[in-house]
């Protein structure tokens, strides 16, 4: 029983390594970011906060019409003090004021790279199309500097792809 155990996760561990192989970094100001060498970084930016845009493979959308994405905002906060808490439940609010149909999945507050974060996870109803997308968002506060590190997706998808956007997000580093 020990040896499968063991086996089982040597197999894991390889399988990781091996996957990330393939992986490209995103190297941007003050952070990095690594992604599947099957996703794509894009210069679009469909708002003036958006840092980057990470979207899936263009064969994500095929079903759904949705493609996949990862997308980095940051805010400068300037002189305020604020908390990360406080930060996070502003941003929860302003999600539920801009899609009344937002409804909050999951709320909690993790380590990642050494910094603590807020990790929620909400959907919500958008367009003509009758698509749900669910989100994952994480939160950090740093130097001055709200970071606010989203992955999009139909909710028909999440959970296919939240393996690959939960491992992106780790390799997420504040520099």
């Known amino acids: 029983m020990k040896t499968k155990i063991i086996t089982f996760i040597v197999v894991c561990?390889?399988?990781?390594?091996?996957?990330?192989?393939?992986?490209k970094t995103?190297?941007?100001?003050?952070?990095?970011?690594?992604?599947?060498?099957t996703w794509i970084s894009s210069d679009e930016k469909?708002?003036?906060?958006?840092?980057?845009?990470?979207?899936?493979?263009?064969?994500s959308?095929?079903?759904?019409?949705?493609?996949?994405?990862?997308?980095?905002?940051?805010?400068n906060l300037g002189d305020r003090t604020i908390s990360l808490k406080e930060y996070s439940e502003f941003s929860i609010d302003q999600v539920k004021a801009q899609f009344p149909s937002a409804e909050l999945i999951s709320n909690m507050t993790i380590d990642l790279n050494e910094n603590k974060a807020t990790s929620i996870i909400w959907k919500g109803d958008f367009g003509n199309n009758n698509i749900t997308l669910k989100f994952r968002q994480l939160f950090f506060i740093k130097k001055g500097?709200?970071?606010?590190?989203?992955?999009?997706?139909?909710?028909?998808?999440?959970?296919?792809?939240s393996k690959i956007a939960n491992s992106i997000f780790n390799s997420f580093k504040i520099n």
């Open 26 to 37: 995103l190297e941007q100001d003050n952070y990095t970011i690594s992604y599947p060498d």
């Open 145 to 161: 500097t709200a970071y606010a590190l989203t992955f999009s997706s139909s909710e028909a998808e999440f959970d296919h792809y």
């Open 13 to 23: 561990i390889s399988t990781l390594l091996y996957a990330q192989d393939n992986w």
């Open 61 to 75: 959308g095929a079903k759904d019409m949705f493609r996949e994405n990862i997308n980095l905002t940051t805010e």
């Open 46 to 59: 469909p708002q003036p906060s958006i840092r980057f845009l990470l979207l899936s493979e263009e064969t």
